[in-house]
């Protein structure tokens, strides 16, 4: 099963034909997972905390000032119990693993699902991100890595420039501004190359910083994802670019 880096987009994501469009496609073309794990930048606690085990626990609605509707959503996944336990499991021994039965999925989790997989027919579990640190990051993806050939499908869920403080039109077609753009195309092309290293070091190497990225946490789950794949200096497959509200909506798949 492969990885995936997602910009995830906030609730109004459903509103856009055309992320829809590309989200449904993507997962289509993807093999069916036999479970869904996901990192998403909505969730930061140290040490790593396993959330959304069990069926039913109810999501999160970490956002304001959205149509009522969009609190309304629901996405009833079956937990994953026995996925949780592999975490763990794959977790170093002088490092605790805690677990919150009560937390359910954020939206950078079950957004994007209601879109890539709206039957709410397969096992969803969430961890936590446990540092901004990109190479602890690409080091929990290579522990989760053996997942993958269970058919799992590991989901760094993020945003590729998320500078929100700086929008000045918020409209969903606005043009990007110069920080956003500029760094979404140095992304695309340090992926192209499989480099790495800058990537790790984008904070000082980025055009468009600190912009883009006024926090970090929205970039910090592509690492995950870069580790979990079975070589972090491939070239990245690059599913969907353009950019909704001027942010840049760039994401990837990984072998």
């Known amino acids: 099963m492969p990885a995936i880096f997602l910009s995830h987009g906030a609730p109004p994501l459903v509103d856009s034909d055309r992320w829809v469009a590309e989200l ?16 998403s930048a ?8 396993i959330g959304a085990i069990e069926t039913g626990t109810p999501l999160v609605y970490d956002f304001g000032g959205f149509p009522q509707r969009f609190y ?10 026995d996925l949780a336990r592999q975490v763990a499991a794959l977790m170093p021994d002088n490092e605790p693993v805690y677990q919150d039965p009560r937390r359910g999925l954020d ?31 690409l080091e929990l993806g290579r522990r989760l890595r ?35 753009a500029e760094f979404d195309a140095w992304a695309g092309e340090r992926l192209a190359a499989g ?18 990225h006024p926090t ?18 491939q070239v990245a497959k690059q599913v969907i670019d353009g950019f909704w509200m001027g942010l840049a909506k760039r994401s990837i798949q990984v072998d």
Do not use: C, K
Not at 147 to 165: A, D, K, M, N, Y
Not at 216 to 233: I, Q, W
């Open 24 to 39: 449904s496609q993507w997962s289509a073309d993807l093999p069916r997972p036999t479970a869904i794990l996901v990192v």
């Open 72 to 81: 309304e959503v629901t996405y009833r996944s079956p937990g994953a119990p």
């Open 195 to 212: 480099d790495v290293d800058a990537l790790v070091d984008f904070r000082a190497q980025a055009p468009g910083m600190p912009y883009a």
């Open 146 to 180: 053996p997942l993958r050939e269970q058919g799992v499908l590991i989901i760094g869920s993020g945003f590729t420039t998320h500078g929100l403080p700086f929008l000045r039109d918020p409209s969903p077609d606005a043009a990007a501004p110069g920080w956003s």
């Open 107 to 137: 939206h950078g989790a079950y957004v994007p699902l209601t879109v890539m997989y709206p039957d709410a027919d397969v096992p969803v579990l969430q961890i936590s991100m446990p540092t901004l640190d990109p190479q602890r990051l």
């Open 216 to 233: 970090v946490e929205h970039f910090a789950p592509l690492f995950v994802t870069l580790g979990a794949s079975s070589n972090p200096e």
């Open 42 to 49: 909505h969730w930061e606690s140290a040490p790593l905390t």
